[in-house]
């Protein structure tokens, strides 16, 4: 089975900072996706970027990048010129390409970011 | 409406009473999830729709536990004889096709507190 593990419960970041959030996954599958969810106090959970296992070039979505590592299993999303509306829970997420439709989340990270 | 809606918001109930959950997905979105998130944890799996086929009902946590969707749209789902540990937040989410080939798009969640 798939297990997502984000091991950093808790992160802050200064106004204008870069930080890192980690992820580590664990599969056997060599074709899958990989995502990064933002979900704000508001409870909706908006998808920040995604990658797709078989591209070896690292996704970017303006201020948000990934460092995708397939053969350590790792997946970090890195937030450039943090700003306070980046502040939320960041949830890495895993599905197996062509098999179910499951999405196995991690547990999350809480970014507060401070001015 | 543009985006996923849900119903309600908030429900409190007693211990033993049954309650119902309602999902309105995007216009079009053929794929149906429910996610149940509880405190401090990522979002776990209950149940997946994929237009007429048979639902995925795997991520269920027990036979009290049931959902269906009408018409190929609005999704029901509901908790029979609940129990204080299925107070969680619900979360519903819609998409084209299934999630690896389109974004996955979330409703704001029912909060479910049970007495």
């Known amino acids: 089975a798939q297990t997502v593990t984000q091991s950093q419960p808790e992160m802050s970041v200064q106004e204008a900072e870069t930080v890192t959030l980690s992820c580590t996954y664990d599969?056997?599958?060599?074709?899958?996706?990989l995502f990064w969810y933002k979900q704000p106090p508001s409870r909706q959970m908006i998808l920040v970027i995604r990658q797709e296992a078989y591209k070896q070039q690292n996704a970017t979505e303006n201020r948000f990048s990934v460092n995708f590592q397939k053969a350590a299993k790792s997946f970090s999303l890195k937030i450039s010129d943090s700003q306070l509306g980046d502040t939320a829970m960041y949830f890495c997420?895993?599905?197996?390409?062509?098999?179910?439709?499951?999405?196995?989340f991690g547990k999350g990270t809480k970014l507060t970011v401070n001015p | 409406g543009a985006g996923v809606s849900q119903s309600p918001s908030n429900k409190v109930t007693e211990k033993g009473k049954d309650v119902e959950l309602r999902c309105d997905p995007i216009s079009g979105h053929t794929a149906l999830y429910w996610y149940r998130q509880s405190l401090g944890q990522g979002l776990e799996f209950l149940i997946y729709f994929q237009g007429n086929s048979a639902p995925d009902k795997s991520g269920l946590p027990s036979d009290r536990f049931s959902a269906e969707r009408t018409g190929g749209s609005v999704s029901t789902l509901t908790i029979q004889r609940t129990q204080q540990e299925d107070s969680a937040v619900y979360l519903c989410a819609s998409s084209l096709m299934g999630v690896a080939y389109n974004e996955q798009f979330f409703g704001p969640g029912t909060r479910l507190t049970v007495l």
């Open positions: 599969t056997s599958e060599s074709n899958y996706y």
């Open positions: 997420a895993f599905i197996y390409q062509g098999g179910s439709e499951k999405l196995v």
